[in-house]
């Protein structure tokens, strides 16, 4: 990819698979700005990075955070060409829906729904100016459930009406897909201990893929999606899952 010069926001970018985005982006060429509310892990990935990244903290349900993080981003590159909305609470499990809080229903759908939703508002006059690109990140809980995870996968199946919305009222000036991934092992990328635990082969197994996702798999189809290799794609949805929603179970 010829991609110098230009410039993606990852929100959440400090660890799990956005930490993989923003560091997938920057080794491409990318200049790579990044938000996340966990100061102390976004500091330490500029520290141990020799790419050209600038961290950002703030919180995406806020539209104060919101505007600031645009303006400084376009302060900092003078541009922006791409915009992954990636933060999100992302613990589906709240308990009985009986039990479930206004308070907990409310902050993920501030943080998972409403955020991207402001991302967006603030950062699309710039994106129309370098004909960008929006990729946000569902779940393939959009698509499936757990039992008590009704907040959670409600935000995510709003990503996914979102998205396709924001494609056809943007178009052909910015094109907007997202992606759900499956089971993504992120635990190597979350800012703590190096040793992790080895997934078992039953883990890996149960993927037509045969294996658990890994931060690096999202982050390659980001990548792709903001390249102009992929200037006919907008308004999808991209199941990154090593297979398992088609794939069926039951108990026997």
């Not at 370098?130 to 009704?150: C, F, Y």
């Not at 931060?215 to 999606?225: G, H, R, S």
Request: hydrophobic share 40%; with cysteine.
């Amino acid at each position: 990819m010829e991609s110098t010069q230009r410039v993606a926001l990852v929100t959440g970018g400090a660890k799990g698979i956005g930490r993989g985005i923003v560091l997938h982006l920057a080794a491409a060429g990318w200049k790579v700005a990044f938000c996340d509310t966990d100061q102390t892990a976004g500091e330490q990935l500029v520290n141990t990075s020799e790419r050209e990244i600038c961290f950002l903290p703030g919180d995406v349900a806020s539209e104060h955070d919101v505007a600031r993080l645009i303006a400084d981003t376009m302060s900092w590159a003078g541009r922006l060409d791409a915009v992954i909305n990636n933060a999100a609470i992302a613990d589906p499990h709240t308990g009985p829906v009986e039990e479930l809080s206004l308070e907990q229903w409310q902050r993920r759908l501030d943080v998972n729904l409403t955020g991207p939703f402001l991302v967006a508002k603030h950062a699309v006059p710039h994106l129309r100016k370098s004909q960008g690109v929006i990729v946000n990140m569902a779940s393939t809980r959009a698509l499936q459930s757990e039992p008590d995870t009704e907040a959670y996968a409600a935000t995510k199946g709003g990503i996914v009406a979102l998205t396709h919305a924001l494609a056809m009222s943007l178009a052909p000036d910015i094109r907007v897909n997202c992606i759900s991934p499956g089971w993504i092992d992120t635990r190597a990328w979350q800012g703590g201990s190096d040793k992790v635990e080895a997934l078992s082969q039953a883990d890996h197994h149960q993927h037509p893929a045969g294996r658990v996702g890994t931060p690096e798999d999202i982050a390659a189809l980001v990548a792709y999606l903001i390249s102009p290799e992929a200037s006919f794609i907008t308004g999808q949805n991209f199941v990154a899952d090593g297979g398992m929603v088609r794939k069926m179970i039951y108990e026997e």
